[in-house]
């Protein structure tokens, strides 16, 4: 189902809510769900509805959905899952808006067939599903609790979208324990209709909510989740969790939730595009979820760390270099600045050493000078407990601290580390509110995704590039390939497209003869690449295929007579169309750049180090298409590889422009030519500054059918 149909407001800020299942017995789901809705303080019109009637928690029973109001805004679905069609078939009768199915019992255990009937009957009637298989959803614009979880949410700006329902029950607790208020909280379980797109599209306007968690098992329409993203963490920050990391953890992530896991390296650059924020586990969630509301986005790169331990500040500097937090150097300002506020023996070098003797007042010291210098853009304030700090004060001081610098626009983030006087500080503090954290690398990553943040909304740009490419020649190629019944081009047809597309080639002619090869050869110039042309034969090289650097007429003779030899051996029954000839490339930087439909994704780009070990070295990156061209050479400055293409040991810079725009021209072909699926330069041989570079080698796979997805 698509994202049209009922306002998504209805869902978030029902009028009245039914639930189809609400059980007399206190220890069922639908039972559950009734009372958290009516303990919660929902103020709207409740419909329990139990073919026995009755009453439940006071509230007089209806036995169908015949005896609800009609064009209500919300359904509970709370039956069996043999149950569950019929449920909808009522609901989508009576003009129902959404729908949340509990019920579970469906794709996730492989019941593909009866999820796809419910989902086509709520498509039929015009009402959104969420589900089936989750448990509900929490909205404090309404303060509805249609959940079968602990109840008693607390409320506040973080809204939560989960995928598992067990894990989305456990943070409602976690929530309770971590003092996060929670403007909303979602299950979205097997995703046949409502998705993290929909929700996101809402919660990024909702003036409740300050920061968006998703907690994500698979991706499904993720070009539209881009599309949401990039408008969505413009607003507000967007964290997300994704299991199904490892090889193991995708194939559990698939079998629960029935979606596929996907490359994580796709998902990881994607977000990353998208300015979304990726935590590493839950914990880690709920101290960006607890600090981004109540921090200030840095107004430069410089932070300071401020110590009593010189020992846990080498730390915070190992960290720093980790989440990329960039210390400030300027000694001489940092004397001038820390002076007062420093001992003797301590050091005014970044970390700032205040001592083991240092109390709440040197602290508070330091951290003023911090606070009124210009060119200090953040604070890490580290303290460990000593005999001599006076403990009493400790929570009063990052409280009072904390506070001037929020009101002052500059962030600070505080661990605390000891014993007893340091748990109760920071216990203290979290049920305050005040973002304090335990261990020095939870501050820092913190502190880093900040960062992260505040760069993503710098270089933010709604610039798209895309190039001026033949689609009509690229169509009328994929068409010729079609009519021949295959699912890929050949080598001829993949350089016609390279031509349409506007990368330069080497140049190559066919032949269809040793004559006509020798003579092709002595017009081009040597050295000579040769390779065998044949419709059945993709992988050119693992049959002894292709033949490189001829020097002369008699090596293009033995290389001619070799190939055909040896295709003729390997593959017996191929259709040989000829050799191709082609000028040998001059030696450059090999790489590779690729761009299929994703899965997940749609549309994606990839670069990285090329040749042959490709596979073996796995130095790539990834993006969604479309994009533009800062954001292509941020991918090309991500693998590990690039300082190759800037000049070492010697050699001149080599012409990244032109590698750019092979980037571009790739991704305007996956955009716009739907017949393709999988388009590939490896090598893309870059040369030096101002020569260019050539794309050596195409392969080209097409889409099932014209305009249609791609194969996995």
């Known amino acids: 189902m698509t994202q049209d149909g009922p306002d998504i407001r209805r869902l978030f800020r029902p009028r009245s809510v039914a639930v189809i299942g609400a059980s007399h017995n206190e220890s069922k789901i639908g039972h559950k769900i009734l009372s958290n809705i009516v303990s919660g303080g929902y103020e709207g019109r409740i419909y329990p509805v139990n073919p026995k009637g009755g009453e439940i ?15 209500i805004d919300l359904v509970c679905t709370c039956v069996p899952a043999k149950f569950a069609y019929d449920a909808v078939m009522g609901a989508g009768e009576r003009g129902a808006a959404f729908n949340l199915v509990i019920t579970s019992g469906f794709s996730e255990v492989g019941n593909i067939e009866d999820e796809k009937r419910i989902a086509d009957c709520a498509r039929e009637h015009g009402m959104r599903l969420l589900g089936p298989n989750i448990f509900g ?31 989305g029950l456990a943070m409602i607790g976690k929530t309770a324990v971590e003092s996060v208020g929670i403007s909303a909280i979602v299950s979205v379980g097997n995703k046949v209709d409502v998705d993290e797109a929909d929700l996101v599209t809402y919660l990024m306007e909702d003036d409740i909510t300050d920061v968006i968690f998703m907690y994500i098992e698979g991706v499904r329409n993720g070009d539209r989740l881009v599309e949401v993203l990039k408008t969505a963490t ?19 992530a698939a079998s629960h939730t029935g979606s596929l896991a996907g490359s994580d390296a796709v998902f990881d650059a994607v977000m990353r595009q998208c300015g979304v924020l990726r935590a590493e586990s839950v914990k880690e969630a709920f101290n960006l979820c607890k600090l981004l509301p109540e921090i200030s986005i840095p107004k430069g790169e410089n932070t300071v760390i401020i110590t009593n331990g010189g020992g846990i500040g080498v730390l915070a500097t190992d960290a720093c270099e980790k989440f990329d937090v960039k210390l400030y150097d300027d000694l001489e300002t940092l004397r001038e600045v820390f002076d007062p506020a420093t001992p003797d023996f301590g050091s005014t070098k970044n970390p700032i050493d205040l001592t083991g003797g240092a109390t709440s007042k040197d602290y508070t010291c330091a951290l003023d000078a911090a606070l009124a210098h210009d060119d200090i853009a953040a604070v890490i304030a580290l303290y460990c407990e000593t005999a001599v700090f006076d403990a009493d004060n400790l929570a009063e001081m990052i409280k009072d601290n904390t506070e001037k610098y929020r009101r002052a626009g500059k962030p600070i983030v505080f661990s605390v580390f000891g014993g007893r006087v340091a748990e109760q500080g920071q216990a203290t503090l979290t049920k305050e509110g005040v973002p304090v954290f335990g261990d020095v690398y939870e501050t820092v990553s913190c502190l880093g995704g900040v960062y992260s943040y505040r760069r993503y909304l710098s270089n933010w740009t709604d610039t798209i590039h895309e190039e001026d490419i033949d689609v009509p020649a690229i169509e009328a190629v994929i068409r010729e390939a079609r009519a021949d019944g295959r699912r890929f081009l050949l080598a001829q047809e993949g350089r016609d497209v390279m031509r349409a597309t506007g990368i330069p080639l080497p140049e190559t002619r066919v032949s269809r003869t040793l004559d006509e090869a020798v003579a092709i050869a002595e017009e081009i110039g040597y050295p000579i690449v040769m390779k065998i042309v044949s419709r059945d034969i993709l992988h050119k090289s693992d049959v002894g295929g292709v033949a490189l650097d001829l020097e002369n007429r008699d090596e293009i003779i033995d290389a001619y007579q070799a190939i055909m030899r040896n295709c003729r051996a390997s593959v017996p029954d191929a259709r040989i169309q000829g050799i191709q000839v082609s000028e040998m490339a001059p030696a450059g930087v090999e790489l590779i750049v690729g761009a299929r439909r994703d899965a997940a994704f749609g549309p994606i780009i990839m670069f990285g180090m090329g040749g042959i070990y490709v596979e073996v070295l796995k130095d790539i990156s990834f993006r969604a298409v479309p994009l533009n061209r800062a954001e292509a050479l941020e991918m090309m400055k991500e693998i590990r590889a690039y300082p190759l293409l800037l000049g070492v040991r010697g050699e001149e810079r080599k012409d990244i422009e032109s590698v750019l725009d092979a980037i571009i021209r790739l991704s305007t072909v996956i955009r716009r030519c739907e017949g393709i699926s999988d388009i590939e330069i490896n090598p893309l041989m870059a040369y030096e500054q101002g020569q260019g570079a050539k794309a050596v080698d195409v392969r080209i796979l097409l889409s099932d059918v014209a305009g249609g997805e791609a194969d996995a």
């Open 57 to 71: 928690l006071g509230i007089e029973v209806a036995r169908s959905m015949d005896e609800v109001e009609a064009d």
């Open 137 to 167: 959803m929490f909205s404090a614009a309404s303060s509805i609790d249609a959940t079968f979880g602990p109840g008693g949410i607390r409320h506040g700006g973080v809204a939560i979208i989960t995928q598992s329902g067990a894990l």
């Open 234 to 252: 413009r607003k507000k920050p967007v964290i997300v969790i994704k299991s199904g990391r490892s090889k193991r953890g995708a194939v559990a």
